[in-house]
């Protein structure tokens, strides 16, 4: 059974300056990472990324085959985070209102006067879990894509605010594209990352075989609530932010794009569509999330390179050259990371 930890929630604790509160955070995060892995083995860099998004304010889009834990993954999170968690299969058949709510004519028992009243529907949660979101029609999507950006529900002449913090895990199968509905590239766009999950090593899957075959495995204990989340979310917009590290999230960024005045030939050979300025923006906030969980108040070039591959594993585009020479968007990143030059930031570090 589930049971806040002692001092770590909002009641429990009086107002932080932001050192101490930095201290809290990466305290909260190694305890996090803790109850996790009493479910989930393996997986540390999804699980960072992940979490990262939630400090930041961001949704992840995540990838893997089935079989990987991705829903259990965010529902041990839900459990640690003492926050309410909703799970959406996404079919073609799945209907707007089955995501947003609907009104629904009720009658008065005592007047017997009708009226409409609207029925909350699984949006309405902290974490959100979209499984195979490329699944559904495309107006489906816009309905909880909508809310993921407004972090609102409109119903009639009402609009509604989501809960606080609102976080959207959507997994997509990379196998199985038959029947799908692949979410275009200004949808991509408002993920904040996208998140690998892949095969454990022998090891690790070993351990899995144990844990899931044999006696119940222990339940994650709550670490940390939804107000302090909401604290360390506005701290996270307050960590600084050198110049150097500004510019190279920046310049690799522009990097990507091949219409760029001075992009490199692999880029104008292999892409046809770059990031955006929001990856530059998520970058950055991913950077300063990363800072913090490692108990820093400053953001490093390590930082901005830690986060920059799930930032834009989605945001490129490769082209018919890229394909038939069976180029992937990783490589393309990690040679965009490589050949990116420092210059005047490594001099200031």
Same mark, same amino acid.
């Given at each position: 059974?589930?049971?806040?930890?002692?001092?770590?929630?909002?009641?429990?604790?009086?107002?932080?300056?932001?050192?101490?509160?930095?201290? =809290?955070?990466?305290?909260?995060?190694?305890?996090?990472?803790?109850?996790?892995?009493?479910?989930?083995?393996?997986?540390?860099?999804?699980?960072?990324?992940?979490?990262?998004?939630?400090?930041?304010?961001?949704?992840?889009?995540?990838?893997?085959?089935?079989?990987?834990?991705?829903?259990?993954?965010?529902?041990?999170?839900?459990?640690?985070?003492?926050?309410?968690?909703? !799970?959406?299969? =996404?079919?073609?058949?799945?209907?707007?209102?089955?995501?947003?709510?609907?009104?629904?004519?009720?009658?008065?028992?005592?007047?017997?006067?009708?009226?409409?009243?609207?029925?909350?529907?699984?949006?309405?949660?902290?974490?959100?879990?979209?499984?195979?979101?490329?699944?559904?029609?495309?107006?489906?999507?816009?309905?909880?894509?909508?809310?993921?950006?407004?972090?609102?529900?409109?119903?009639?002449?009402?609009?509604?605010?989501?809960?606080?913090?609102?976080?959207?895990?959507?997994?997509?199968?990379?196998?199985?594209?038959?029947?799908?509905?692949?979410?275009?590239?200004?949808?991509?766009?408002?993920?904040?990352?996208?998140?690998?999950?892949?095969?454990?090593?022998?090891?690790?899957?070993?351990?899995?075989?144990?844990?899931?075959?044999?006696?119940?495995?222990?339940?994650?204990?709550?670490?940390?609530?939804?107000?302090?989340?909401?604290?360390?979310?506005?701290?996270?917009?307050?960590?600084?932010?050198?110049?150097?590290?500004?510019?190279?999230?920046?310049?690799?960024?522009?990097?990507?794009?091949?219409?760029?005045?001075?992009?490199?030939? =692999?880029?104008?050979?292999?892409?046809?569509?770059?990031?955006?300025?929001?990856?530059?923006?998520?970058?950055?906030?991913?950077?300063?999330?990363?800072?913090?969980?490692?108990?820093?108040?400053?953001?490093?070039?390590?930082?901005?390179?830690?986060?920059?591959?799930?930032?834009? !594993?989605?945001?490129?585009?490769?082209?018919?050259?890229?394909?038939?020479?069976?180029?992937?968007?990783?490589?393309?990143?990690?040679?965009?990371?490589?050949?990116?030059?420092?210059?005047?930031?490594?001099?200031?570090?």
């Amino acid at each position: 059974m589930n049971r806040p930890a002692d001092n770590l929630t909002a009641a429990a604790r009086p107002a932080m300056d932001d050192l101490e509160a930095a201290r =809290f955070l990466a305290d909260a995060v190694q305890r996090l990472e803790a109850e996790l892995a009493k479910v989930i083995v393996g997986q540390a860099q999804a699980i960072e990324e992940i979490l990262i998004a939630v400090l930041s304010r961001g949704h992840c889009l995540v990838q893997g085959v089935p079989g990987l834990a991705k829903t259990l993954m965010v529902s041990t999170l839900a459990r640690a985070t003492d926050l309410c968690f909703h !799970r959406i299969q =996404f079919t073609p058949d799945l209907m707007p209102s089955d995501i947003t709510g609907t009104e629904i004519l009720q009658e008065d028992p005592q007047t017997g006067q009708r009226r409409f009243e609207f029925q909350k529907g699984p949006v309405f949660a902290n974490i959100i879990l979209a499984d195979e979101i490329n699944r559904a029609p495309p107006k489906t999507q816009s309905a909880l894509l909508q809310a993921m950006q407004e972090r609102q529900v409109t119903a009639g002449s009402r609009t509604l605010d989501l809960p606080d913090p609102f976080f959207v895990l959507a997994t997509q199968n990379p196998i199985e594209q038959e029947g799908t509905y692949p979410l275009p590239e200004a949808q991509l766009d408002r993920f904040m990352f996208m998140v690998l999950v892949s095969y454990p090593r022998r090891d690790e899957e070993l351990e899995i075989l144990k844990r899931t075959t044999g006696a119940s495995a222990e339940a994650p204990a709550v670490v940390i609530d939804g107000p302090r989340i909401r604290m360390l979310q506005d701290l996270v917009r307050r960590v600084p932010v050198g110049d150097h590290a500004y510019a190279l999230a920046l310049d690799i960024v522009r990097a990507t794009r091949p219409g760029e005045q001075g992009a490199s030939d =692999f880029v104008r050979h292999w892409v046809s569509w770059g990031a955006g300025p929001r990856a530059g923006q998520y970058m950055v906030l991913g950077a300063k999330a990363r800072a913090l969980m490692h108990g820093r108040l400053h953001v490093t070039l390590e930082d901005i390179e830690a986060v920059a591959p799930a930032v834009l !594993r989605h945001r490129l585009v490769p082209n018919f050259n890229a394909v038939a020479e069976g180029i992937t968007v990783e490589q393309i990143i990690d040679k965009v990371l490589t050949l990116v030059p420092r210059g005047e930031a490594d001099r200031l570090l």
